[in-house]
């Protein structure tokens, strides 16, 4: 495996798109939308890419596909920008040999979760981070995200991991504004600590309270709206963050919100990128795709929101 390393910068500021993973059944990449998807988002001015998070359907899938993943992702992108790989799992010794194939391929972080089915306690979440960040080879962004693993990292379990020089940052997709605040004045003392915000609505604020960015899965779609929304909450720019923030609720809105249950975020997004032309829409089982009733629904929300992606059509012919 061959790949250009990529400095990661101390702290990381900027959108970190968790990009989505096109596949063209439940256990084979989509090759070409893959290339065609890491393009259209570096051409948005992008600061990063985040592999197999939520957005990614990470946890869906085989171990093989992931490391299929993260090869051809990190020597495409050589270098461009940072490529951060999440290596959540119920094991330890999986999270670890994933990692290890991240660096080996080129990534420049990993990102970790607290493991799923186990509900641990702080005091066995602390331990357990100490423990696999010991034996990860490259920087550790944790991941708060109490929706999926239903553990919290607790503002003083974050405060004692601060004095583990591997652990970087953390991204929290918790919507829990005070939880951020709390956070980023605890993490004041680590000037090379980011703290990025999950939840694309809380963007804005979460930037003009002091956070680094944001890991927003609308960027996969529109990478430079959330840019450009970074850079006018960095400026204090209340005028443009109110235009771009209404974009971004028209995304909510007209794709994230199309349908229901757990597949409605991805889903809609794998269908809007459909849309377009840049890559299928297949998910990972158990998730399914958007109906048709819903597909005819977002392509009209891409068509009013103006991508401007050059090949705007359907590769499945629609």
């Known amino acids: ?55 990614g359907e990470g946890p869906s899938l085989s ?3 992931r490391c299929e993943l993260i090869e051809r992702v990190c020597e495409q992108v050589g270098g461009r920008v940072p490529v951060l790989v999440g290596v959540t799992d119920a094991s330890f010794v999986e999270s670890v040999n994933l990692a290890d194939y991240a660096a080996d391929a080129g990534a420049a972080a990993v990102v970790l979760a607290a493991p799923f089915y186990f509900p641990l306690a702080q005091a066995e979440l602390l331990r357990y ?6 034996e990860m080879p490259l920087p550790v962004f944790l991941y708060n995200m109490p929706s999926h693993t239903k553990v919290v990292f607790e503002p003083e379990t974050v405060r004692q991991l601060l004095d583990v020089p591997k652990i970087v940052g953390l991204k929290d997709s918790s919507a829990d504004m005070d939880y951020f605040r709390r956070l980023r004045k605890l993490t004041e003392s680590r000037a090379d600590w980011s703290l990025l915000i999950g939840p694309e609505r809380l963007l804005a604020e979460a930037v003009q309270l002091g956070g680094d960015g944001g890991v927003c899965g609308g960027a996969n779609l529109c990478p430079r709206l959330y840019v450009d929304l970074y850079e006018a909450a960095r ?4 005028a443009r963050i109110d235009e771009l923030h209404a974009r971004v609720m028209q995304i909510r809105d007209g794709i994230y919100n199309v349908a229901t249950g757990a597949a409605r975020v991805i889903g809609g997004l794998k269908t809007a990128l459909n849309c377009l032309g840049i890559c299928n829409d297949a998910m990972a089982e158990p998730l399914a795709p958007h109906t048709d009733a819903q597909r005819q629904s977002i392509r009209r929300t891409v068509a009013e ?11 499945r012919g629609g």
């Open 129 to 134: 981070v100490r423990r696999i960040v010991a």
């Open 63 to 65: 171990y093989r596909l």
């Open 305 to 315: 929101l103006d991508v401007g992606w050059v090949e705007a059509r359907d590769p």
């Open 235 to 238: 400026r204090g720019n209340r």
């Open 1 to 55: 495996m061959t790949a250009a390393e990529t400095r990661l910068p101390a702290p990381l500021r900027g959108i970190i798109p968790p990009m989505i993973t096109p596949l063209a059944d439940r256990d084979t990449l989509d090759r070409p939308g893959l290339e065609r998807l890491v393009e259209h988002i570096l051409a948005g001015g992008v600061d990063g890419l985040f592999l197999l998070g939520t957005s």
